[in-house]
């Protein structure tokens, strides 16, 4: 890809932009007030206002390797604080996508250097799944599910929260688990059950 093409493409976006509205630039720097926190995978594949046929100001957008939510990770853990208590989104969406290359490394024995410690949370889902998952004796099958299994546990990895449990109590925030099909270009909604998860976590996640 040539460089300058971004700049050009970026010349053309501002001037349809203004077109549509001259004062679009002029409202978008006033602030956002998104409603929704969107966590995903960083492939370059899975853009997340596209998928979402959504606007600029309308997401606030946390992106790394596998969608992955990890407790001890303080980027996940700035974003989701910030998000949900400056920005009082009222819904938290993790996003997987079929055929994402981090949750198939980590189906791997392979070293991989810098990536070992972020894929063993991964490797940990299978783990914590893998009676269910070893009965998928087709490895395609298996590698899809354990895309869904590790949007549910991210999910759950969010419900630990302190700034979640707060603003699930108090205003009734909600949790969403997607997949994003790579191959059909549709979202599906694993119909995440807040409240079992909730019933299930809380004996020992439970945060005053």
């Not at 679009?24 to 720097?29: E, P, Q």
């Not at 996940?76 to 994402?100: E, F, N, P, R, T």
């Not at 599910?145 to 949007?151: F, G, H, P, Y």
């Given at each position: 890809m040539d460089?300058?093409?971004?700049?050009?493409?970026?010349?053309?976006?501002?001037?349809?932009k203004l077109n549509q509205d001259?004062?679009?630039?002029?409202?978008?720097?006033?602030?956002?007030?998104?409603d929704i926190l969107y966590i995903g995978c960083s492939d370059s594949r899975v853009t997340a206002e596209e998928l979402m046929g959504i606007s600029a100001g309308e997401a606030f957008v946390?992106?790394?390797i596998a969608n992955m939510v990890p407790n001890t990770d303080l980027s996940?853990?700035?974003?989701?604080?910030?998000?949900?208590?400056?920005?009082?989104?009222?819904?938290?969406?993790?996003?997987?996508?079929?055929?994402?290359g981090g949750v198939k490394a980590a189906m791997q024995s392979q070293d991989l250097?810098?990536?070992?410690?972020?894929?063993?949370?991964?490797?940990?889902?299978?783990?914590t799944h893998k009676d269910e998952l070893n009965l998928i004796e087709?490895?395609?099958?298996?590698?899809?599910?354990?895309?869904?299994?590790?949007?549910?546990e991210q999910?759950?990895?969010?419900i630990k929260t302190a700034?979640?449990?707060?603003?699930?109590?108090?205003?009734?925030?909600t949790i969403h688990g997607w997949v994003f099909d790579i191959h059909t270009g549709k979202l599906i909604d694993l119909k995440i059950d807040l409240s079992k998860i909730m019933a299930n976590v809380m004996e020992i996640y439970h945060l005053d």
């Open positions: 460089i300058k093409k971004i700049f050009e493409n970026n010349h053309t976006w501002v001037k349809d001259p004062d679009y630039f002029k409202n978008l720097s006033k602030g956002q007030n998104p946390h992106r790394n996940s853990m700035s974003v989701i604080d910030y998000a949900v208590v400056h920005l009082k989104v009222q819904h938290i969406v993790v996003c997987g996508h079929y055929y994402c250097g810098i990536l070992n410690p972020w894929l063993r949370n991964i490797r940990d889902v299978y783990r087709d490895e395609d099958s298996r590698y899809k599910r354990l895309v869904e299994l590790n949007v549910q999910c759950i990895n969010v700034e979640v449990q707060r603003a699930y109590r108090e205003r009734g925030i």
